[in-house]
């Protein structure tokens, strides 16, 4: 697939999704990792591995302020 088709595809992906009111990834690391897939040094698996760790990490994040917030309250 040519870098002109990937990057048709992420658009039309970007537009659908502002078209359903919903937000396109804005993170800078997961638009970079989008890049590389676009211009093809990193395959559909790679860039789906990038996302996944994304939001695992997002989700140990909430998790530590929940703990936070609701375990580490002074008594």
Known sequence: ???????EIVEA???RAHALGL??????????ALEKWIVGSIT???LRNHYQE???????????????????QEV
């Open 1 to 7: 697939m040519s870098t002109e088709r990937r990057r």
């Open 13 to 15: 992906v970007r537009n």
């Open 23 to 32: 937000q396109f990834e804005d993170d800078p690391t997961y638009l970079d």
């Open 44 to 46: 559909a698996e790679g």
């Open 54 to 72: 994304l939001l695992v990490g997002r989700e140990k994040e909430r998790r530590l302020a929940y703990f936070v917030k609701h375990c580490l």
